[in-house]
């Protein structure tokens, strides 16, 4: 890398650009101090530090040669692969903002994204290559289309092909700290997706964040299990940069619990991310066929965790620091954490709120609540988003009164830990009491003839909304009926709470991110009121 020496500015800009601290930076920096170590391995194909650096440089230039610049967007809709961290770079080095795809959604999903972010190439790779020309032809707006994998033709440029043109060192850029790194996508559950504008700032306190709460040594390795598509997935590599240590990007598609245990074993992984159902799976393979497995730190979280599981996993990893993390997207994500001990003690707990993110239980007037109380939890923090993508409306809605609404209800217990109670949007009002969609939901789970459940509230003459349950049977269940479930809701919950109906379905519609779409259940199962009198 050479600067013109001729004038002060650009002699400078060199050992300016070197002390940003942005995850191309780290890169860099591993590339010259330990340039043949590995960075990272996907399906048993290894790329050292030097060569991430180098391929990144490269995809940087061929995006400057196709007229991407400062501030610019470039959609990418890869699968798990080592393209997908290559090109994130890239973009970076330039000042050009990633908007990673959801690779579930449909056309007309990821046509929204094009539309609202501005992006005018898209990267993707030949197995998506459909979904991003039907993009490509109902938004008009796609100037470029590079595919990995895939030859060049009239409508795609080859992703090597674009390493391999000249120059291969793209025009240098100095990057600060508070520049957009990546947009991400909320998944839209109540609405069109809003774009969340995370800064480089903002991924490194998620770095710091997850290098001091696990139990790190030389020589770790980590397994990226999630899409990175998503921000957990994507969110991971800020630690593998800052430390320097291995990543093992795991591929998408049907997982396999004994495929996931051979590669952890074969790979030396000592740190990975799971959901607690993969868990569930792996800890059963585990025990069926145990492996000599060097994890040191095993974490899940996006659902809740069954105690038998968490037993499981604290029996099965002795040695791993088991943990919960909790968060979203605005938050780079990660606010609170819970280590697997206090899981058994403090079942249902999301932990405490992790250094660096300063949290309160607000009412809607903003005031703080007592302690026991539910209110919503707010944030303030370096890890906090600059905003959301051209929405000025969402941006000032989500930080009113000074702090970023989460959307969550949450209390806290006398010794600090946080238990979720709902999302303060999905919340009943029945009668002048509060029922939290969560809590109802978290016992019919717990029911052994469920497999799925969400409530929504359904209007009601005299109570004014009443909850219904829509549930999905679990194999093995002909038939159920609120007469069935009684015992059980009386149980654990309080009369009022219990549902007033019960609609048996096939599944439950979701969005691409996974959640349940509860628009959806309202508009079908929210309006009848026949029969409700009780």
């Known amino acids: 890398m050479t600067v013109a020496t001729d004038s002060t500015s650009e002699v400078l800009l060199e050992p300016m650009r070197s002390s940003r601290n942005t995850w191309n930076t780290q890169v860099r920096r591993h590339a010259l101090m330990t340039p043949d170590e590995i960075a990272v391995k996907y399906l048993g194909v290894a790329t050292t530090w030097r060569d991430l650096d180098d391929r990144s440089h490269r995809f940087a230039a061929a995006l400057q040669h196709r007229g991407v610049r400062f501030g610019d967007r470039v959609l990418i809709a890869l699968l798990n692969r080592t393209e997908y961290v290559e090109a994130v770079l890239g973009a970076n080095l330039i000042g050009a903002i990633p908007v990673p795809v959801n690779i579930r959604m449909s056309p007309a999903e990821v046509g929204y994204l094009v539309q609202d972010s501005g992006a005018r190439i898209i990267l993707t790779e030949r197995l998506l290559a459909p979904l991003a020309d039907a993009v490509r032809a109902s938004t008009g707006t796609i100037d470029t289309t590079i595919v990995v994998d895939a030859a060049d033709s009239a409508d795609h440029v080859d992703y090597e092909t674009c390493l391999a043109q000249d120059p291969a060192e793209p025009a240098e850029v100095d990057i600060p700290e508070d520049t957009v790194a990546l947009i991400m996508y909320t ?190 939890i707010v944030y303030r923090g370096p890890n906090l988003m600059k905003g959301y993508w051209r929405n000025p409306q969402a941006t000032a809605d989500a930080f009113r009164g000074g702090w970023f609404h989460s959307g969550d209800l949450v209390r806290q217990d006398d010794e600090g830990f946080l238990y979720v109670v709902d999302r303060a949007k999905d919340m009943i009002i029945s009668g002048g009491e509060n029922i ?57 919950l309080a009369r009022f709470k219990h549902p007033k109906d019960l609609i048996v379905v096939d599944e439950l519609p979701r969005n691409p991110g996974g959640k349940v779409v509860k628009p959806k259940l309202r508009d079908a199962y929210g309006s009848k009121d026949a029969g409700l009198t009780h």
């Open 187 to 376: 998944s839209g559950t109540t609405g069109k997706p809003k774009g969340a504008m995370l800064t480089h700032a903002n991924l490194q306190s998620q770095a710091m964040t997850t290098i001091n709460a696990s139990a790190g040594q030389p020589g770790d390795i980590a397994s990226v299990v999630p899409p990175i598509f998503h921000i957990a997935g994507i969110a991971a590599f800020a630690p593998v940069f800052y430390r320097g240590i291995r990543a093992v990007i795991h591929p998408l598609g049907a997982f396999d619990p004994e495929d996931m245990l051979d590669t952890l074993e074969r790979e030396g992984t000592t740190s990975v991310f799971m959901v607690p159902a993969q868990w569930q799976a792996v800890c059963a393979a585990q025990r069926a066929k145990p492996r000599h497995l060097k994890l040191r730190t095993i974490s899940w979280g996006a659902a809740p965790a069954p105690d038998t599981v968490l037993r499981e996993m604290n029996e099965l990893f002795p040695d791993a620091l088991n943990m919960t993390a909790f968060g979203q997207t605005e938050m780079s994500p990660v606010t609170t954490l819970l280590e697997g001990q206090d899981a058994i003690r403090k079942i249902g707990s999301i932990g405490k709120v992790v250094p660096a993110v300063t949290a309160r239980i607000v009412d809607p007037l903003m005031e703080d609540v007592k302690p026991g109380e539910v209110g919503e």
């Open 436 to 492: 939290y969609c969560a809590e109802v939901e978290n016992v019919l789970y717990s029911h052994p003839a469920i497999a799925e459940a969400a409530i929504i509230g359904r209007a009601h003459p005299k109570w004014g909304e009443v909850p219904v349950a829509v549930v999905v049977l679990a194999e093995g269940t002909d038939s159920l009926t609120l007469g069935d479930l009684g015992p059980h809701l009386d149980e654990n």
